[in-house]
């Protein structure tokens, strides 16, 4: 099983700032299969980015996604104050899904 | 509008069984594969199980496997996971989510099974 692991475990920032959320896997994964969610309190995640570096539908430009192999980050360009949430990053591979534990962005 | 609609939580001692479901909307459910997901409280998403669009694969998290079973009815838009032997950290909000391309693009809001006597 692919274990990926991110990090920070939290991070603290201010609206404006930039934010880069890192997500290391425990082997190679397919960028094809590499995504990244949005998670709010009492809500369903959403889906940020697909295929490790393409926005899915609605999610603005300010969001965006890179890396290949075991490395891959998310990146909020400037922060808006409806970004603070836990982001997890998700891939496929043999027969199984499997998520990070998780980033919470909160504001500083 | 797309929407997926989950029911049949709620509280079942440990040991116990409890059937959840999906009502899928807005989409040609028959076309996509299918994933149920869960978040123990306070803690991070686990991936449960999956199914194929015609049913003929299905996978299981090392967690669920032999107490949990995925099916579809393509007819009746519905996804269904039975869950056997319950134990406690079985307990969490169940999601299920629409697959394409093996990522998650739709989500319904979740429904929650407590384990516990």
């Known amino acids: 099983e692919i274990v990926l692991t991110q990090s920070p475990g939290t991070l603290s920032l201010s609206p404006g700032e930039r934010a880069t959320l890192s997500c290391r896997a425990s082997?190679?994964?397919?960028?094809?299969?590499l995504a990244w969610y949005q998670q709010k309190p009492g809500q369903a995640p959403r889906l940020l980015i697909y295929?490790?570096?393409s926005r899915a539908t609605g999610i603005p430009d300010r969001f965006s996604g890179s890396g290949s192999g075991t490395d891959f980050t998310l990146t909020v360009s400037r922060l808006e104050p409806e970004d603070f949430a836990v982001y997890y990053c998700q891939q496929y591979g043999s027969f199984a899904y499997t998520f990070g534990q998780g980033t919470k962005l909160e504001i500083k | 509008e797309v929407q997926l609609v989950e029911s049949g939580g709620g509280l079942v001692q440990p040991g116990g069984s409890l059937r959840l479901s999906c009502a899928a909307s807005g989409f040609t459910f028959s076309s996509y594969s299918m994933n149920w997901v869960r978040q123990a409280p306070g803690k991070g998403l686990e991936w449960v199980s999956y199914i194929t669009s015609s049913s003929t694969t299905t996978y299981y998290a090392d967690s669920v496997k032999g107490r949990f079973t995925i099916s579809r009815d393509n007819a009746k838009n519905s996804l269904s996971l039975q869950m056997n032997s319950l134990r406690a950290e079985d307990t969490a909000v169940y999601y299920c989510?629409?697959?394409?391309?093996?990522?998650?693009?739709?989500w319904g809001k979740g429904t929650t099974v407590t384990v516990s006597s």
């Open positions: 989510a629409r697959v394409y391309y093996n990522y998650m693009g739709v």
């Open positions: 082997q190679s994964v397919s960028s094809s299969y």
């Open positions: 295929g490790a570096s």
